[in-house]
């Protein structure tokens, strides 16, 4: 069993559409948890990042943590064909730079 | 956040050779990282590039295959060694900025090896 899954995808949504992606992780002891968004051909660029349950906004982007049920969530309201990409989340032990253990990715298609 | 700059961004190599992987980041940074992703795949940390001494490297890879060098804070080169096609992936460059902040990644350098 891997230490964090996330359904592959592809997930494919209309433009507008409320968009969830999700992962699970086994080992307790993450303490951060990022999400990063990789566009065909680029290097993972960093979308948001939280530390403790709970939820955090920016924009369109709802990032929720629950470490109970050891499950994160990344929300996009009013999805964009901009927003299509593969999704990764990631989660670390200690600090928020240390090494991450990713997840493997969600890819995303927002149809216009 | 830092500016990283990988070269080449892509290269097609025979096996047998190696390529030299170059990462230059535009300020001073206290840690750097190369991660490997293969096709499909999501990323897997190889090793972590330290200033001034020898790279520490994760499970299942080693200096032979993949050294490492950190001449100084704003640079650092990975070598993929003796390459076979099972060698072909993107590889990546990721740095920490510094204090407490996350990571984050050049756009990679994607090898192919026939």
């Known amino acids: 069993q891997k230490e964090v899954e996330q359904d592959p995808g592809p997930l494919s949504v209309p433009e507008g559409a409320i968009v969830s992606l999700n992962c699970t992780y086994s080992?307790?002891?993450?303490?951060?948890f990022m999400w990063y968004r990789q566009y065909s051909r680029k290097g993972p660029e960093l979308l948001m990042y939280t530390y403790s349950s709970g939820n955090k906004e920016d924009g369109r982007f709802t990032a929720q943590v629950d470490k109970s049920s050891k499950y994160i969530s990344l929300f996009i309201r009013d999805s964009q064909p901009s927003d299509s990409a593969t999704y990764l989340c990631a989660m670390t032990l200690g600090g928020a730079g240390n090494m991450l253990t990713f997840g493997g990715g969600t890819r995303l298609m927002v149809k216009p | 956040s830092a500016v990283i700059s990988q070269k080449p961004s892509r290269d097609i190599c025979q096996r047998g050779t190696s390529l030299t992987i170059q990462c230059q980041v535009d300020s001073q940074v206290t840690m750097m990282f190369w991660y490997r992703q293969q096709p499909g795949q999501s990323l897997t940390l190889i090793a972590t590039?330290?200033?001034?001494?020898?790279?520490?490297?994760e499970s299942g890879f080693v200096i032979d295959k993949f050294p490492i060098s950190r001449p100084n804070l704003t640079f650092s080169t990975l070598t993929v060694s003796n390459m076979s096609p099972e060698d072909s992936s993107i590889y990546l460059c990721?740095?920490?900025?510094?204090?407490?902040?996350?990571?984050?990644f050049g756009n990679g350098t994607r090898l192919t090896v026939t």
């Open positions: 590039a330290n200033q001034g001494s020898e790279a520490t490297y």
């Open positions: 990721s740095v920490r900025d510094g204090g407490n902040s996350p990571l984050h």
């Open positions: 080992n307790s002891a993450f303490q951060y």
